[in-house]
Every structure is written in structure tokens, then in C-alpha cells.
């Protein structure tokens, strides 16, 4: 019981800014794309192409040669995710566990992101990032049907980009950064010990580990109004070594059962790589229209492996998730000088198989509905504001373990509520 814990703690580890913790909205698996202000504003579309707020920094690097000046940006979203679980826990005995459905399973939290470009020459520029392009928090009600299965599952991992610029020709600009990042994990659940006549005990998990990586960008301009991008970024490995301890276990029963012992591990995990293409065009002084196309490789997330350290068998677990797709389309209207609004709408695949879904990721496709907002109030001053609607498709959980069986249905929804500021100089 405590390796099958652990193990889940790891399955969700991604990312979630260190001064902050992202709640159960997300991209589909647990890949983050609410970066920006503007991103919110228009589904994420043109992200890699655009290149007209300095968030670019992280979604494209290249397209830090197109802004000529120095300046920085900083985000805040605020995420109210809803998640709603109907259904019943079983024991491995066949009896129903007692409880209810867990209340909302979302958490409402604050996600903050900064991005920071620094013109060098008209040929070169530095960025720099810090945000949180993975992660998960789900919070369950105590005492709900599924607690042995989980309670809380919190995260956190910023994500440090430095990145460099070069405009290699006058329509090609190249780019690339260097990911650190830091994972952080934390997760509980409920622990069965009816059968020794005793109430529940509470299972709490860590982990952490640093991680590198890097990050490519292209960028072609056709013309001064029309251009694509293209980037990649690479996956990042985590070991994390992590502890299980454990509460309300009288220390007669620890001892007599291994398995609610405290003990150490470490997981070997893999954020995957991801590969964008955005497309940007200028109709006409008012009009813009942007598109994104993004590939998840969650295909290598095969299994999971947790090593222990007091000598009991590792712990695998079959994943054998999918590879995703996001599509989104966005457009910009410019009717004043000064004022931008913005609209978008998206598709985000998940990669989670029926047979693969579990509680700690009650996953499922999204569908997006954005609107957006800028105000230039002085020259090099800028301020975003953007609002996305996420829509979840129902889904059906039949997840099986030692802890027996949880059955039922997941309803969802989420809004995006984000602001930002820009400053260029």
C-alpha cells in the first residue's frame, strides 16, 4: 500500500511555481499552458509565432530578435477549476466503502510568471523565464469514498529558462535556452486498517530532485506581417528521492507490517518534449490571425519504477499513455491605437488511456473558449488581461488496486482569469 502511494506521487510530478501552486486546471495529462496574459486571451495560438509579448522568451526563443529593445513582463493567473466526482469505493472484499463523493477535487490558486528580454545588439538578445510548464494539485474531501485512493496531491517545480537570440538572416531568427528546473511533491491519502479493527491512518509522501534540459526555437518571417515558428522543448529527467511516512499506525502493527513502515525511495521520472508550430498574419491594420499546433511525446511514459531503500521489491506500474495534440486558433483586433482585444478557441487531446485514468488524474479532452484585452497607457506600457473557459468531457473511472476498486464518472470545468504588465525600455 505505501509503494502503490509513493509511485502515484510521482506519476503527477511536473511543475508549479515555487511562489505558487497551480490548481486542477491544466492541459490535458498535467502539462500547463495558461504561460501568459495574452496566451489566456487567445487560446495559446500563435505562442511560437507571434512573438509580440516577451513571453515569447519561453515559447520561442527565437522571436526575441523581432522586439529591438529591452523589456520584461510579468503574469498572474488566477485558476478556479471544478471537479466532480460521482460514483463508489469498494473493498477488495466486495464491501462499498462508506463516504461521499469528495466535494470539488479543484483547487483554486494564484500561478505567477515573469519573462525578461534584454536586447544585446539588433542581431542578438538574452531572455530569461520562470514558469511552470507542468503540474497538478487535486484536493479530496476526508472521509470520501475514494480516499484510499486520494486526498491531496500538491506539487511545486519553477522552471528557470535563460535563453539567447540570433537573427541570422533578415527573415530567419534562431534561438535556444537552457530548462532548470526543481521538483517538489507532496501527497496523501487515507490508509485501510479496518481489518485490524483500527480507523484509518493518513499516508504522507515527498519527493524532490533538480532537473535540466533545453529549449530550440525558429522563427521566418515571410514578410513584416506574416510568419511562423517553430520550437521544441526537450524532456527533463527527475530522480527524486522520496519518503513515506505514515500517521495513526500503532507501532506494533509497523512493525509486524512492512508496508506501513516509513521508508525512502526514489522514482526515475521524465517530463516529455514537446514540439509547437504557430503561424501569424496580419489582415490588415486591425485585423490579426494566429494559429498553434502543439505535439506531446507522453508516449515514453511507459511505466513507473520506484526503488525502496529498506530492501522490498520495486513498485511498477504499466502508464503506457498516448501522445497528445493541442490545436487553437486566435485572432486580434485592433480598432484604436491604444486598445487590443483578443479571441480564441482550443482543442487539447488527452493522452490518458480509460484503462490508465486514476483519481490523482481524473484526465479527459478540453475544449477552450477565450477572450482577451490590452491597453497601451504609455509608450513601451502595456496591460493584458485574459479569461478562458475550459470545458472537460465526462468521463468514466474504473481504476483497480490493493486498496480494491473505484468506480464512477468525473464532471468538470475550469476558468482562467490572468493579468499582466509590460514594460519595455
Known sequence: MAGRAIRLTFVISGALLATAHAGGVRAAGFQLRELSAPGVGTAMSGATSAATDYSTAFTNPAGMTRFGRSGVQADLSYVLPSISFSGTGVSPLGTFYGGGDGGDAGEDKLVPAFYGVWAINPRLALGLSLNAPFGLATQYDDGWTGRYFALESEIQNPVLTPSLAWKATDKLSLGAGIQIGYADATLSRAVNL?????????????????????????????????RIGLSYRSSVDYTLDGSATFSGVPDGVAALVPALSDSDATAKVTTPDVVSLGAYHEFSEKWTIMSEVSWTNWSTFKELRVKFDDGRADDVTEENWDDSWFFSLGAEYHPFEQHTFRFGVAYDESPVPDDSRTARIPDSDRYWLSLGYAYDFAPGRRVNIGYTHIFFDDIELAEATSSGSLTGDYTGSADVVSAGIQFSF
Do not use: I, N, R
Not at 200 to 221: F, I, N, P
Open 194 to 226: 479496518s481489518a485490524l479493527g483500527l480507523p484509518d491512518a493518513t499516508s504522507e509522501l515527498k519527493g524532490d530532485d533538480y532537473g535540466v534540459g533545453y529549449t530550440l526555437g525558429m522563427l521566418y518571417e515571410f514578410t513584416p506581417t506574416s
